[in-house]
């Protein structure tokens, strides 16, 4: 097991490892790193930890220094200097009719380089705005095209869940998700009930994949012929938390049907044990889909 102490860059970022050395670190605490960009100020999320060797990209490197009054004095300018600098770069592109969207922007530790972050339906031809903020700011300018998900973890807002995005709050990284995933949970495919901000499939649907994936196996299909302690019937709903089914038990004789919940472990059924194909992604879906 290597020790490591883990750093982000920006709050609700993803966590870099790097070599603690013989500092003590507290959570939050700022520190110096260098990485491949430069010299860098980070913020310090795990003050200890041990992770397998086999997971790290080695060597680690080491921490440089505990921040000083200095450094953070320094890291706090960096900061308030970029709503002034979105604004100018906002009308230069608009000056050259630029179809691009500027998202964010950060300057470098050393004041060296200032990056600036858009999204654009297509490529974008940028040579000469890039030259003319390199004048305005007298530094390398770096632009650097993201998408839509990238653009709503770097800007937040509220889901529709009530809470913050959870890919700007509480997702370091993005996590693949899928349709079938919604359909395993039992929700409605709708548009609008499983997408988030940027369009897209809402990232929360992986968090409890797992469960519903295996409690899917143990369940029978909606529409399967099952037998129950009062008969045969057919699959009508499922509850995949309470493991129970929703069953239509016909009585042909009286010409009525009725309705009744059984616990999975009173159902004979046959399980399917081959996988499913996969199936066509309907038209109304794929907007939604990465």
Request: include cysteine; aromatic fraction near 8%.
């Amino acid at each position: 097991m290597a020790k490591i102490t883990g750093v982000t860059f920006k709050d609700g970022g993803k966590v870099y490892y790097f070599s603690p050395g013989k500092d003590r670190y507290k959570e939050g605490m700022g520190v110096i790193v260098e990485t491949t960009r430069g010299v860098e100020y980070a913020t310090v999320v795990i003050p200890f930890g041990e992770v397998p060797e086999e997971k790290l990209v080695s060597p680690l490197k080491p921490i440089m220094r505990i921040a000083t009054a200095k450094d953070r004095e320094t890291h706090r300018k960096n900061l308030e200097k970029k709503d002034g600098a979105l604004k100018t770069v906002a009308e230069k592109i608009r000056n050259h009719n630029l179809d691009m969207k500027l998202i964010d922007c950060e300057f470098t530790f050393d004041g060296a380089k200032a990056i600036f972050y858009y999204t654009a339906p297509q490529r974008v031809d940028f040579r000469e705005l890039v030259k003319e903020l390199s004048q305005v700011f007298k530094m390398r300018i770096e632009l650097r095209q993201v998408g839509i998900r990238d653009e709503i973890k770097m800007k937040g807002g509220l889901s529709p869940c009530g809470r913050e995005c959870c890919c700007s709050s509480c997702m370091p990284e993005f996590k693949k998700v899928s349709i079938k995933m919604a359909k395993s949970q039992g929700l409605s495919l709708n548009p609008g009930k499983i997408s988030g901000l940027c369009g897209r499939l809402m990232c929360c649907l992986s968090y409890e994949n797992e469960y519903y994936a295996e409690a899917c196996k143990k369940m029978p299909k909606m529409g399967a012929e099952v037998t129950t302690p009062d008969g045969k019937g057919t699959v009508v709903n499922l509850n995949m938390l309470k493991m129970e089914v929703r069953v239509r038990i016909d009585d042909k004789e009286k010409d009525i049907f009725t309705y009744h919940d059984y616990p999975v472990s009173q159902l004979k059924f046959k399980i399917t044990q081959k996988p499913e194909a996969e199936e066509e992604v309907p038209a109304e879906l794929k907007d939604i889909l990465d």
